[in-house]
């Protein structure tokens, strides 16, 4: 497969995932809230170097932007090696991603209450980790088929 394919594949998963993250947060209070998460570490990484961090609106945006660029570039992995695994390749890179979630925040300094809150909670997040992937490999098997 090609790298074109693969990043295309994986920034519709990444942008898939935000998309569920966003649309069930605002109907859920017990939703996974991944995005406190990611503006957390952002403020604390820009801050240890000295740069004043966005706040509200534009730390939101910069936050979403810099999750769509990371999974999406996560994801892309899936499209690479042997096609014939591509759905096993989906399976393991979402739950690692989901269970990286859960479990990374703590160590690394930040608050993980907004990803474990509840059992509900955890499991939303990995259960969504693993859709960003699973439609990663729907787009790479549809665009392997298209030979594109």
């Known amino acids: 497969m090609k790298l074109i394919q693969a990043l295309i594949g994986g920034f519709a998963g990444a942008i898939a995932l935000n998309l569920l993250h966003e649309t ?13 998460v990611g503006e957390e570490a952002l403020t604390k990484g820009l801050s240890a170097i000295g740069i ?21 570039i ?3 992995a899936i499209g690479l090696g042997n096609p014939k ?9 979402g739950i690692s991603a989901g269970v990286g979630a859960l479990t990374l925040p703590k160590p690394m300094g930040l608050d993980d209450t907004p990803v474990t809150q509840t059992e509900k909670t955890g499991a939303l997040t990995v259960a ?11 787009v790479l098997s549809k665009l392997q088929h298209k030979n594109l």
């Open 52 to 72: 004043d961090p966005p706040t509200g609106n534009s730390l939101y945006a910069a936050t979403m932007a810099g999750d769509v660029i990371s999974n999406g």
């Open 85 to 93: 695994y591509i759905w096993l390749r989906a399976a393991v890179t």
């Open 74 to 76: 996560y994801y892309s």
């Open 24 to 36: 069930v947060r605002q109907f859920d209070s017990k939703a996974p809230r991944v995005d406190l």
């Open 128 to 138: 969504w980790y693993l859709f960003g992937a699973l439609v990663t490999a729907g």
